[in-house]
C-alpha cells in the first residue's frame, strides 16, 4: 500500500519554502545574513516580507532550517552511500563524489554555512554540529579500513582538509568546465585522504 499523495495546499507550502530557503541562501551569501531584511526575502520570491511569517518565525529560523537541512542531507546521504558500497573504495568514491556534487551545485549553502552558523539559534547550532560531526566521522571510518592503524586524531584531520579543498568551490570554480572541476577535486581530494602523512609518534604534542 503507498502513501496517500500530500494535499495540494500542503505541496504548495512544503515547495514555498523550498523556494524561501532556496532565495535565502544566495541572498545570505552574497550580502550577509544581518545585510538581508524580511523584506528583501520576500521580494526575493514575489511577495511581501510580512507575508513569510507564515512559513517561518523569521529570519533566524530560515537560515536554521537552511542549514538543518543541509546537514541533514549530508548526513542521511553518506550513511546511504556508505552503507550500499561494496568496498571501502568505492564508499570513498561515492562519499567524494556525493560531496563533489554538492559543492559545485550548492556553493551558496557553502558560503552561508561557513559564515552565518554563529547566527543560528543555540539550541539548532547544536544540532547543526552534532549532524556535521556524524558525517566527519562516517568519512573517518571509511577511510579507517583504508589506513589501517593510522591514528584517528589524524584521519579526522584529513577528513576535514579534505573538505576545506571540496567546499572551496564558491572562489575556485569559476574558470573550469564542470567535468575539469569534478576531476580536478576528486584527483586531489583522493590523493590527500590516501596518502597524507602518518602521525608523528609523540602523537604531535
Known sequence: MTDPAPAPSKRR?????????????????????HGVSIDDLGR?????????????????????????????????????LAAS??????????LLRRHIDFALDEPALITVQWRELGNVPEPERHEIRRLQ??????????????????????????????FGLLNS???????????????????MARSALLSGPAMPENGGA
Open 133 to 162: 560531526r556524524m558525517y566527519v566521522e562516517r568519512w573517518v571510518e571509511v577511510l579507517t579500513r583504508l589506513r589501517p592503524g593510522e591514528h584517528p586524531v589524524l584521519l579526522r584531520a584529513c577528513v576535514q582538509a579534505a
Open 169 to 187: 568551490t564558491p572562489y575556485s570554480a569559476a574558470e573550469l568546465s564542470r567535468a575539469e572541476m569534478v576531476g580536478l577535486l576528486y584527483a
Open 85 to 94: 558500497a561494496s568496498s571501502s573504495e568505492a564508499a570513498l568514491d561515492l
Open 44 to 80: 526575493a520570491v514575489g511577495t511581501s516580507g510580512p507575508a513569510l511569517y507564515r512559513h517561518f518565525r523569521g529570519k533566524e529560523a530560515v537560515l536554521a532550517e537552511m542549514l538543518l537541512d543541509i546537514s541533514e542531507r549530508l548526513h542521511e546521504e553518506g550513511e546511504r
Open 13 to 33: 507550502s512544503t515547495e514555498r519554502r523550498a523556494k524561501i530557503l532556496d532565495a535565502a541562501a544566495r541572498l545570505f551569501a552574497d550580502r550577509g545574513f
